[in-house]
Every structure is written in structure tokens, then in C-alpha cells.
């Protein structure tokens, strides 16, 4: 779907890679503006989801991508294959989720802003499964992993529902749920 979306602001004209995923051109300056129009893009999108991505293209060796995605999104537990991530909240509230391998909750943290007090950056080793669940309307998050893009490093465990079967996904979000109310309520007493 390549072709320039002006955006008013720092970043000037991106290019839309696929529905809801952008390219700025370098440098690239992130303002209040940009993170408005990808929540205006992402409310738009049916995956309720967008991205900037200011590496230069999908073969670039370092990924540096800003993520909007909604409260609604389900995010299918994964790892990466050899690599790691980081991921840094800029906005919102989240818990980060850490899976064993077959689905049992290990950890979970709750995320949001610097100034939230909450812990805000999470480095994730490669090999490890994890997921997101958001607890604000929006989150915006910046992910920092290594390149070039290819879809074969992201695995998806076969406890992990796909999110084609709503009654599966909603059994398996309401069991993390409560595995995560234990991890939190037993962390605080």
C-alpha cells in the first residue's frame, strides 16, 4: 500500500508500508502531533493498531518502531528467535507478561510512564514468551529490536490462541488475568 500520507508536524510526508504501518524519513523528530495522528490512525484501523517505524526500511539492522495500540487489541503471547526486544511506555498502562512454556504465567509487570512511578522499560531476552495486556484506552510504546524484519524469528506457542476463536481467546485472556491479580496481589502484600 506504498504511498506518501502527509502528517503536519515533525515528521512531514511518511510512507505507508501496510494498513496502519509507517516509514518517516531521516531524521526523524517525534512530536505530540505524531502520536496523535497514529491514535487517529490506529482508531481507524480494524486491528485497532499502528506503527512508526524510524528505521530506514525492513532490512535495516537496528528496529526502532513507536507503537499506538487499544485496550481492545488481543496480542498473541510470542518469542523471537534470536534476537531480543526492548520496549519503553510513553504513554498508558500495561502489564507485561512473561509465559512458560506451556502457558503458565512466570511474571507479570505493571507498566506505564516514568512519571507514574510504575516501572517503564522492560528488556526481553530472545527465546522468551511474552505478551502484553493493555489497561488504558491507548498505549504507545516504544520498541527497540534488532533487524532485518523477518517473520519466521517471531514463534507463536501452540498453547496461545491465534485470536480466531473468540470464546478460546477470552478462556485464555480471563485465565492470564487472574494469574496476573495473584502475581500483583501476592508482589504487594
Known amino acids: ?11 512531514g510526508v511518511l510512507t505507508e508500508e501496510a494498513p496502519g504501518v509507517y516509514y518517516a524519513p531521516e531524521p526523524v523528530v517525534v512530536d505530540a502531533a505524531t502520536i ?39 496480542g498473541r503471547p510470542h518469542r523471537h528467535v534470536g534476537r531480543a ?15 512458560g512454556p506451556t502457558g503458565t504465567v512466570l511474571d507479570a509487570v505493571r507498566m ?9 522499560y522492560y528488556r526481553i531476552p530472545a527465546e522468551t514468551d511474552h505478551g502484553l495486556i493493555i489497561r488504558s484506552e491507548w498505549i ?5 529490536t ?10 507463536f506457542p501452540a498453547w ?3 485470536g ?18 495473584a502475581i500483583l496481589t501476592a508482589r504487594h502484600a
Open 140 to 144: 504507545v510504546l516504544h520498541e527497540t
Open 36 to 74: 496523535a495522528f497514529l491514535k487517529d490512525r490506529a482508531a481507524a484501523n480494524p486491528r485497532r493498531k499502528s506503527m512508526l517505524c524510524t528505521h530506514p526500511s525492513s532490512a535495516a539492522a537496528q528496529h526502532d518502531i513507536l507503537m499506538v495500540q487499544h485496550r481492545s487489541l488481543y
Open 112 to 120: 506505564s510512564t516514568p512519571q507514574s512511578g510504575a516501572p517503564f
Open 164 to 181: 480466531n476463536d473468540a470464546d478460546a481467546t477470552a478462556v485464555f485472556i480471563a485465565a492470564t488475568n487472574s494469574a496476573i491479580d
Open 1 to 11: 500500500m506504498s504511498g506518501g500520507v502527509v502528517l503536519r508536524g515533525a515528521l
Open 146 to 155: 534488532l533487524g532485518p524484519f523477518d517473520r519466521k524469528t517471531t514463534c
Open 160 to 162: 496461545a490462541p491465534d
Open 85 to 99: 526486544e526492548s520496549l519503553h511506555v510513553l504513554e498508558g498502562e500495561a502489564i507485561f507478561v512473561v509465559y
